[in-house]
T-cell receptor, first 112, second 115 residues
């Protein structure tokens, strides 16, 4: 089992709709959870971080965390073509808090 | 703004060559990381360093070594490059003093091709 699992996609969503990206992780001791966006040919950049169970909203983005189910999700409301990218879920390793484990990413495509 | 720079955007080397990839950050971060990114495999951690002269192996350290002589600089060394080390290499840094700032800041990446 991979430590951080994501559906590779591609996930195709019409412009203006809600895009839902999901991630599961295996380390029950993880405390920090992140979503990064990576455009083709570019480096990952942080979109959201979440540390407590529940929802965290930032503009059009909402991160959701359920530690009991070991599940993290990212919702993108009012999807725009500029949201087309690969989204990486990342989780800190309990054994070494500085170490971050990345999923392999979900490719999101927003169709006009 | 945090800035992480890498010495080269593109690099072509021959099998058996010794290769140095340099990474510099300007925000006084303690932690620095080297990843490689391959299609379908995501970001895999090679090595990381949490202080000057300190290093820890990541998930795929074989064939690589690192050096951190100064806080701002973290070097990745391929002792004898092989074709299976052709990849995109990404450097990142974090400030571990505050949990809210443990964001990974990435450099632009170095695309290494080993012929």
């Amino acid at each position: 089992q991979k430590e951080v699992e994501q559906n590779s996609g591609p996930l195709s969503v019409p412009e203006g709709a809600i895009a839902s990206l999901n991630c599961t992780y295996s380390d029950r001791g993880s405390q920090s959870f992140f979503w990064y966006r990576q455009y083709s040919g570019k480096s990952p950049e942080l979109i959201m971080s979440i540390y407590s169970n529940g929802d965290k909203e930032d503009g059009r983005f909402t991160a959701q965390l359920n530690k009991a189910s070991q599940y993290v999700s990212l919702l993108i409301r009012d999807s725009q073509p500029s949201d087309s990218a690969t989204y990486l879920c990342a989780v800190n390793a309990y054994s070494s808090a500085s170490k971050i484990i990345f999923g392999s990413g979900t490719r999101l495509s927003i169709r006009p | 703004d945090v800035k992480v720079t890498q010495s080269s955007r593109y690099l072509v080397k021959r099998t058996g060559e010794k290769v140095f990839l340099e990474c510099v950050q300007d925000m006084d971060h303690e932690n620095m990381f080297w990843y490689r990114q391959d299609p379908g495999l995501g970001l895999r951690l090679i090595y990381f360093s949490y202080d000057v002269k300190m290093k820890e192996k990541g998930d795929i350290p074989e064939g690589y070594s690192v050096s951190r002589e100064k806080k701002e600089r973290f070097s990745l060394i391929l002792e004898s490059a092989s074709t299976n080390q052709t990849s995109m290499y990404l450097c990142a840094s974090t400030d571990s003093r505050d949990r809210d700032t443990d964001t990974q800041y990435f450099g632009p990446g170095t695309r290494l091709t080993v012929l």
